[in-house]
């Protein structure tokens, strides 16, 4: 790491040593850029590391809900906005009982850079709740979504805030959120992207994370003079991410072997297509949280309590949540011959597990460019609400395509420049970065 980036860095450790995924996604975009700060002095300056690792703000708030036998519970609510050079503050909400401050400010950092990639006017933010969707009714749903709301209200908007899903925040939720905004401030304005397709939604938000996957995944074996086409891919996860890949990877003749969740992995070896797909949807609206039902229904084997990284893959697409590829799964992955690993969630790989990949010559992108189809397309979302007008999936689609391989081009093209060529968690920190650094500095001190 370059002497300024590991200063600034022993600091974070030591007044941010309680979040450690926090750290974890410091630590890999300072390394990455370490190069930049090297030979721009300007950076160190303008002290643009202490600006950029600490959130413009943090918004802390309790949420208190009435459940349905009229008990009274209290969840804490948060909205990270980590950084608005490039635009208004963007990025998900997640509603799990896993959410903390740490997981929030690694989402928010991570999320300035995927969105200065995405090329769309976005800056980077996120935020949640340590609350958990999967043992409530629609009602209790509904409430907690109201209260969060009235609160998360007074922060947000068209051109100051605008969040949107992330684990456990879909379209129902969206929903709820969006009235209770409406009603709260009398607007009605694309506050939230992830909306109904009559109330203001695009069309192909829903796929667009994983149809962007995908085609960041193409345009990566190209670069190898192969395709998705007659490849084996193993996934994680079964939510709306690894659904929308599962669709594309299986459109471009690749076969999807694999899902998971929080109970095991299900291996289908004939491929995830046609109504197996479509089961996906119904596995989640069950609120079980659980695999297992895949297997059951389809008559294939379910691994209790265990990853599907040792299967047979060409490629591996990890869906899931941040950190659930370590470094026996990569170790795996190489031993079954796997040449291609990118990240659909954010961070899913260990720094352990990115070392072995890529030292073995394996593929690898980081979710913050892989991934960046879903925030491009909210991106895309805000565009046609500004415009009054929606486009259609195809117009959609293309932009979407566009975008992913505009964001493949210039990380290769940065990872080169800077003397590392395709190593794309190279390319991607470092053009993101820049971008937002320079729209900093030109703003002034802020
Ligand atoms: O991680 C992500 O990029 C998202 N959850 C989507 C964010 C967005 O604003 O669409």
Known sequence: ???????????????????????????????????????????????????????????????????????????????????????????????????????????????????????????????????????????????????????????????????????GVGGREIGFLFGQYKRIKNIFEGVLTGKGLSWGGSLIRPEATGFGISYSTEEMLKTKKQSLDGKVVAISGFGNVAWGTVQKVTALGGTVVTLSGPDGFIHDPDGIKGEKIDYMLEMRGSGHDSVADYAKKFGVSFYQGKRPWNIKCDVAIPCACENELDEIDAKDLIKNGCVCVVEGANMPATHTAVELLTKNGVLFAPGKAANAGGVACSGLEMAQNSIRLNWTSEEVDQRLHQIMVRIHNNCLEASQKYGTPGNYINGANIAGFQKVAYAMMEQGLI
């Open 1 to 167: 790491m370059n002497r300024y980036a590991q200063e600034v860095f022993d600091e974070i450790k030591r007044s941010s040593h309680d979040q450690p995924e926090f750290i974890q996604a410091v630590a890999e975009v300072f390394s990455s850029i370490s190069i930049v700060l090297d030979k721009e002095p300007v950076l160190k300056k303008e002290r643009i590391l202490e600006r950029l690792v600490e959130p413009e703000r943090i918004i802390i708030f309790r949420v208190p809900w009435r459940d349905d036998r009229g008990e009274i519970h209290v969840n804490r609510g948060y909205r990270v906005e980590s950084n608005s050079a490039l635009g208004p503050y963007k990025g998900g909400l997640r509603f799990h009982a896993s959410v903390n401050l740490s997981k929030l400010k690694f989402l928010g950092f991570e999320q300035i850079f995927k969105n200065s990639l995405t090329g769309l006017p976005l800056g980077g933010g996120k935020g949640g709740s340590d609350f958990s969707a999967n043992d409530k009714s629609a009602n209790e749903v509904m409430n907690f979504c109201q209260s969060f709301m009235t609160e998360l209200s007074r922060h947000i908007g068209a051109n100051t805030d605008v969040p949107a899903g992330d684990i």
